[in-house]
């Protein structure tokens, strides 16, 4: 369900998600009506730290395309946030993704991890938006850790490389992940590979620089190697590491097969 929750498909078995579709959108409006006023006071423009708004998330690697869908959700942000407040959506690097994924009259960006052709990758932003900010709102830090298969690790040296082309550009950049979580109970999500259907771990890692347990990593590092040397100002200081502890051996009884 890809964050959704569970239960939404059992109000309306035939629900078409991510849709103008009457069930669905009844739902979200209930969500978004009660979620946006609880942000609205934490924007920038309000004296708070949010920057921008993101409305949807790669709506364009989507099978639909439905415009009154885009467009309602773009009218419900506009209202409830106001008409100052920076909305943007993000897709990925092609021509093809942006046809369906922007929205008329909020920002297009892109997004696309390290080893991309970065020139490209803008060109296609460009195409769409031929003004204001070049945005990667996704670099890549790692991936999704899914059941039986290997983390997902980047190469850090090409991870670096293609950071320093992005910023070279003067590009703004969103790491994502940049700190790593934990998915609770069914929330984890799925994958259809071609090899078929994949369930994530609960663990949301993700190889990011700030890990699960709050600790700075390698790539953490690398990283703030790299920023030193486009900022002017001095980095501000390494977070105190979280402490931990070890509790001992932890007796497992199987409670069920499923």
């Keep these: 369900m890809g964050g959704l929750p569970y239960w939404l498909l059992r109000e309306n078995p035939k629900m078409v998600l991510r849709t103008f579709d009457p069930t669905?959108?009844?739902?979200?409006?209930?969500?978004?009506k009660k979620l946006l006023p609880m942000i609205k006071p934490f924007l920038y423009i309000n004296g708070g730290p949010i920057l921008t708004v993101q409305v949807e998330n790669e709506y364009g690697s989507y099978y639909a395309c439905d415009w009154n869908y885009m467009n309602y959700l773009r009218d419900i942000f506009r209202t409830e946030l106001g008409p100052e407040a920076v909305l943007f959506t993000t897709d990925g690097n092609g021509d093809y993704y942006l046809k369906c994924g922007k929205i008329q009259n909020l920002y297009a960006t892109v997004d696309f991890g390290?080893?991309?052709d970065v020139t490209a990758s803008f060109h296609?932003?460009?195409?769409?938006?031929?003004?204001?900010?070049?945005?990667?709102?996704?670099?890549?830090?790692?991936?999704q850790s899914i059941w039986g298969y290997a983390n997902s690790d980047v190469n850090q040296t090409k991870f670096i490389e293609t950071l320093k082309e992005i910023l070279d550009l003067n590009a703004s950049i969103s790491m994502y992940m940049f700190h790593g979580g934990t998915s609770f109970g069914f929330t984890n999500g799925a994958n259809i590979f071609p090899s078929g259907y994949v369930a994530d771990l609960t663990s949301y890692g993700y190889g990011a620089p700030v890990n699960e347990s709050g600790h700075a990593t390698k790539q953490y590092f690398l990283i703030r190697e790299t920023l030193?040397?486009?900022?002017?100002?001095?980095?501000?200081?390494?977070?105190?590491?979280?402490s931990t502890a070890a509790y001992g051996i932890v007796q497992m009884d199987l409670v069920s097969e499923f």
Excluded: C, M
């Design 24 to 32: 669905y959108i009844n739902f979200v409006t209930k969500w978004l």
């Design 114 to 116: 390290p080893g991309a």
């Design 124 to 143: 296609a932003q460009r195409n769409h938006e031929p003004n204001g900010p070049l945005v990667n709102s996704e670099y890549y830090t790692g991936g």
């Design 228 to 242: 030193r040397q486009y900022v002017k100002e001095p980095l501000p200081p390494i977070p105190q590491q979280p």
